[in-house]
């Protein structure tokens, strides 16, 4: 590879970066004055040694969170450039935008990615949920661990909190079926499932199932899952992550959400 070729690559990740880091920076600066309000606040004791470890995996989650989007939006970008394609099948009378090998390659490469980061993201919000609760676990996470440790939980502010939470992670992270919401409320399941396939029997076999259209007649044949394009797939799962992040907040800190972007003193506490 030429040295104007890496510039090349390197530019584009530059820009890839650029274009995200506004929006994970604004979700993790609003959980960063959340948390900081409701520790002002509190009765509940934490010692400095506590809130370090909380500290660490909050900055973990929203890491984890931004290399996700960064899979994300380079699904999006392969999505569309895709899609601008559709003149030339316009001028040759094309029915159909066919993806090719060198294109699925990349296309997997990013939807693999994505799987990777968002089941760390999982975990680690799991993690700091459980220290935020004092719930006394130690080593890796999964979610019966997850359960079990809130189910443990004792000291009364907590235990409330304890107690909605794994109502929410049983009906809209975790749950038996998709539902008709507007995002699958099993969306926790199917990303842990399908990082799993991944990394420990590598079986994800991508499907041309898709039935979306250009200018109402040209068929984007893009790999798809669950009759879905990966990266409308994703997008549904990022959806998720997002609201997790918003709905547990308004209960761990006891402050609501606030959308839009990040002002400072947003969430001060009276």
Sequence with gaps: MSGNDQQQ?????????????????????????????????????????????????????THKSHMATLALEQLWALNH?????????????LDTLKVD?????IISFAFETFLFHARAYIDFYMLYICYFLKTGHEGSINHGKFLKELGGVNQSQLAEKANKILEYFDTRVYAKDAGKSFVPSNWGTLITSLRDKVAHRDIIKPSFESKETLAHKILLDWPTIRGMTYARFHQD???GMDFLIQDISGILYDIKWIPG???????DMP
Excluded: C
């Excluded at 090998?101 to 390659?105: I, V």
């Design 9 to 61: 690559i390197a530019q584009g990740l530059k820009t890839l970066q650029a274009h995200t880091l506004g929006y994970s920076e604004g979700s993790y600066l609003k959980l960063q004055a959340m948390q900081d309000a409701y520790f002002s606040k509190t009765s509940v004791k934490y010692s400095a040694e506590e809130r370090e470890t909380i500290q660490h995996y909050l900055d973990s989650l």
């Design 101 to 105: 090998d060198n294109e699925l390659t």
């Design 81 to 93: 450039d895709k899609r601008n394609e559709i003149w030339e099948a316009i001028k040759f009378s």
């Design 261 to 267: 972007p990040y002002k400072s003193g947003m969430f």
């Design 237 to 239: 799962m990022q959806n």
